[in-house]
């Protein structure tokens, strides 16, 4: 069974920094790429970064800001974020699926990844 977890997120105030953390089990990263999204209030859920065997993908909106990372021993994808703005406010998603996209240079939608962790609420306050 295939589970992704997230941990890390939480309030912080504007410029301010937060890790996130995806635990995966039940598939090996091999042949997958694993993405983070966001929904923002009111608002569609948006790829925000993906990973892919040596090929890594930002949003315009976080390039220089969020970093991205795996740690294959592990299992785990982290998403560094720095300089957080109050637009970061959302729930964020750890995400794993075929990684045509990703080895494309695009994110993709949230219909080009098949499995979804439960989110967890990034707050950026000022």
């Known amino acids: 069974e295939v589970q992704l977890v997230e941990s890390g997120g939480g309030l912080v105030q504007v410029g301010g920094s937060l890790r996130l953390s995806c635990a995966t089990s039940?598939?090996?990263?091999?042949?997958?790429?694993i993405a983070w999204f966001r929904q923002r209030p009111g608002k569609e859920r948006e790829g925000v970064s993906c990973?892919?065997?040596?090929?890594?993908h930002y949003v315009n909106s976080v390039k220089g800001r969020f970093t991205i990372s795996n740690d294959n021993a592990k299992n785990t994808v982290t998403l560094q974020m720095n300089s957080l703005k109050p637009e970061d406010t959302a729930v964020y998603y750890c995400?794993?699926?075929?990684?045509?996209?990703?080895?494309?240079?695009?994110?993709?939608?949230?219909?080009?990844?098949?499995?979804w962790g439960q989110g967890t609420q990034v707050t950026v306050f000022s």
């Open positions: 995400v794993a699926g075929a990684p045509r996209e990703c080895l494309s240079w695009r994110v993709g939608g949230p219909e080009d990844y098949e499995y």
């Open positions: 039940g598939f090996t990263f091999g042949g997958y790429a």
């Open positions: 990973i892919s065997e040596d090929r890594i």
